[in-house]
């Protein structure tokens, strides 16, 4: 049957087993780096980088759950969960100056921001709608309804598609936001030249999970592209 189809696993299995790895790789190094302390609270550093960037009027909110740090464009304000907030820790001022960075990218009209934010509405309607409509496309393929199935499935081809081209734009924005972040804490003195690996190390696991995951994908909308071309070789 289609729904267990091995070439789907031999497609996604690389990404999945890339993502459980480096899952594995941000919560080791989130845990290993909150051991080793820092000068300055996770609040502080960000309160201190968006000062000394003119960025005064962009609050800072402490918010529940665990590793739900994020800067929110729309409002101006920057979103972290208690541990990072209150942590005085490598892991706590590493994750606070990367979303801090992220405000920096805002300010300045960074482009790749720019415009991964104009593409958050049609990622997450090509997610949800995208796959949906490839899940239908795909029964209706099998059904005297096949044509209208064809269509049905190529829309959710094109739908996932903008999510993986989201996926895509959102790469530079994190790397960016990630080498702001270790410009600034080593600028302020937050954080010394020799102690820079330690904030490194879970900014680059924090982005090997967002690489991880735009590979998983890539390879769904490589399958799926596959898929549909064998389908309509086929009659
Ligand atoms: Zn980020």
């Known amino acids: 049957m289609?729904?267990?189809?091995?070439?789907f696993l031999l497609f996604i299995a690389p990404a999945v087993l890339l993502s459980l790895v480096a899952q594995w790789m941000v919560r080791s190094a989130y845990e290993r780096m909150s051991r080793v302390r820092a000068p300055a609270?996770?609040?502080?550093?960000?309160?201190?980088?968006?000062?000394?960037?003119?960025?005064?009027?962009?609050d800072i909110e402490q918010v529940p759950g665990k590793m739900s740090d994020h800067y929110d464009p729309g409002a101006k304000v920057l979103r972290l969960s208690s541990e990072v907030y209150r942590g005085y820790s490598m892991a706590a001022v590493g994750i606070a100056a990367?979303?801090?960075?992220?405000?920096?990218?805002?300010?300045?009209?960074?482009?790749?921001?720019?415009v991964r934010n104009l593409a958050v509405p049609a990622a997450s309607f090509g997610s949800g709608i995208g796959t949906l409509m490839l899940f239908v496309g795909m029964l209706m393929v099998f059904t005297v309804l096949a044509p209208l199935g064809k269509i049905v499935?190529?829309?959710g081809i094109v739908a996932f598609g903008a999510t993986v081209a989201f996926q895509l734009i959102n790469l530079p924005?994190?790397?960016?936001?990630s080498s702001r972040a270790k410009i600034q804490l080593?600028?302020?003195?937050?954080?010394?030249?020799?102690?820079?690996?330690?904030?490194?190390?879970?900014?680059?696991?924090a982005a090997?999970?967002?690489?991880?995951?735009?590979?998983?994908?890539?390879?769904?909308l490589?399958?799926?592209?596959?898929?549909f071309m064998q389908a309509t070789s086929r009659n």
């Not at 289609?2 to 070439?7: E, H, Q, S, V, Y």
């Not at 609270?41 to 962009?58: M, T």
């Not at 990367?98 to 720019?114: I, T």
């Open 153 to 155: 499935f190529l829309a």
């Open 2 to 7: 289609f729904f267990i189809n091995p070439m």
């Open 41 to 58: 609270s996770g609040y502080e550093a960000a309160r201190r980088i968006l000062d000394a960037n003119g960025l005064r009027d962009v």
């Open 208 to 220: 090997l999970t967002y690489v991880a995951a735009t590979l998983h994908s890539i390879m769904t």
């Open 222 to 227: 490589a399958y799926y592209v596959l898929y």
């Open 173 to 177: 924005v994190e790397f960016d936001a």
């Open 98 to 114: 990367h979303e801090a960075g992220h405000a920096l990218q805002d300010a300045k009209r960074y482009a790749p921001l720019v």
């Open 186 to 205: 080593v600028n302020l003195g937050i954080v010394s030249g020799p102690e820079l690996p330690y904030v490194s190390k879970v900014l680059n696991a």
